[in-house]
C-alpha cells in the first residue's frame, strides 16, 4: 500500500509525495517537525503540515538566497541569517573568503538538532568556523544590532505561526537599523499564485518597499513550494540588484551551482505580468 505525504496548498489544491518511510517526528514548543523518505525528493523536512525544504530541490532555494546578493554587494564581512539552522543558507555563504562572521539565528534548537542528524550536507554549513548560532528571538536579537552588518538573509519559514515576527513592519525598520550604510537585505517573499497567499506576498512587498530606498523582487522554480513558484525579496540601502550586480567579478569566483548562474541572476528579476501588477499595486497605495 502506497504511504503519501500530503499538504494542502488551498482549500481546492493538495500536493502528495509518496513516501517509503517517517524517519523523525518531534515537537518542540514552537512547532512540530517531521522528517520523510520519499523516492521522488529524497529526505525532506516538514513543519507543521507544510514542506521547508527537501534533498532534491533545497540548492535552488540556498543558491538564490545568498549568490543573489553577494554577486552585488563588494564587500561583504559580516552576515546574519535570521533562521537558518538547517545551514544550507550558511553552506553557500562559506564559499566566501572574505566574509569574517555569519551569525545564525535560529531561535528552534530542536530544528538544528533534527537538521544535524537527518540533513548533514545542510547542517556542514554551521560547522564554518566564522559560524555563531544563537538561539534567541530574532526580533530580540536585532535590537541589540545597529549599523553592524552588510548582509541580512531573512531565512524564516513562513509569515504566519512562530515565524510571524519576522514579517512586521517592526521587523524591517529594525533590519534597516542593523544594516551598515550600504548593506542589503534578503528574504523569502512566499508564492503569489494562489489567492490565499496573494495577501502575504503583497503585505511583505509593501512593508519593504516602504523601509528601503532600493527594493526588488526575483523569482525561482522550487517544485515542493506552492504552485512550484517562489518569490525573493532585495531590499539595500544603496545597491541595485542589476545596475551593481558583477557579474565578472563573480565568475571568477568559480563557485560551483546548481541552480544560480549570472546570466540567471538577471532574467530572475524579469516577473510575469500579474506578479508585476500586484507589486506596482503595493507601492502605490497610501
Not at 544594516?179 to 511583505?204: K, N
Not at 571568477?252 to 507589486?279: C, M, N, Q, S
Request: hydrophobic share 35%.
Amino acid at each position: 500500500m502506497a504511504y503519501w505525504y500530503e499538504e494542502m496548498h488551498t482549500g481546492n489544491v493538495k500536493m502528495g509525495i509518496r513516501v517509503e518511510k517517517q524517519l523523525c517526528s518531534e515537537t518542540s514548543e514552537y512547532q512540530r517537525i517531521e522528517v520523510f523518505q520519499s523516492p521522488e525528493f529524497g529526505r525532506f523536512l516538514a513543519s507543521d503540515g507544510s514542506v521547508i525544504f527537501s534533498e532534491a530541490d533545497e540548492f535552488t532555494y540556498d543558491e538564490m538566497i545568498v549568490h543573489v546578493p553577494m554577486a552585488v554587494h563588494p564587500n561583504v564581512q559580516r552576515v546574519l541569517v535570521i533562521g537558518g539552522g538547517d545551514g544550507g543558507v550558511a553552506r553557500e555563504l562559506s564559499h566566501y573568503d572574505e566574509i569574517e562572521a555569519i551569525d545564525v539565528v535560529e531561535q528552534d534548537k530542536l530544528f538544528i538538532d533534527v537538521c544535524k542528524t537527518w540533513f548533514p550536507d545542510n547542517a556542514c554549513g554551521l560547522d564554518d568556523p566564522r559560524v555563531t548560532v544563537y538561539n534567541e528571538n530574532p526580533l530580540r536579537f536585532l535590537r541589540s544590532r545597529s549599523n553592524y552588518y552588510d548582509l541580512i538573509i531573512n531565512d524564516c519559514t513562513d509569515p504566519l505561526g512562530h515565524a510571524a515576527g519576522m514579517f512586521t513592519k517592526e521587523f524591517y525598520g529594525n533590519c534597516y537599523r542593523a544594516l551598515r550604510t550600504d548593506g542589503i537585505m534578503v528574504y523569502q517573499h512566499g508564492s503569489p499564485f494562489y489567492d490565499e497567499d496573494e495577501e502575504s506576498c503583497r503585505a511583505m512587498h509593501r512593508k519593504a518597499f516602504k523601509s528601503f530606498p532600493i527594493h526588488r523582487v526575483y523569482q525561482a522554480h522550487i517544485p515542493t513550494c506552492p504552485a512550484g513558484y517562489w518569490l525573493f525579496g532585495f531590499a539595500s540601502k544603496q545597491y541595485h540588484p542589476i545596475r551593481d550586480f558583477d557579474e565578472k567579478r563573480w565568475d571568477d569566483r568559480h563557485i560551483k551551482t546548481w541552480y544560480y548562474t549570472t546570466h540567471l541572476h538577471r532574467g530572475a528579476f524579469l516577473l510575469p505580468r500579474y506578479v508585476e501588477d500586484l507589486l506596482k499595486e503595493e507601492e502605490t497605495r497610501l
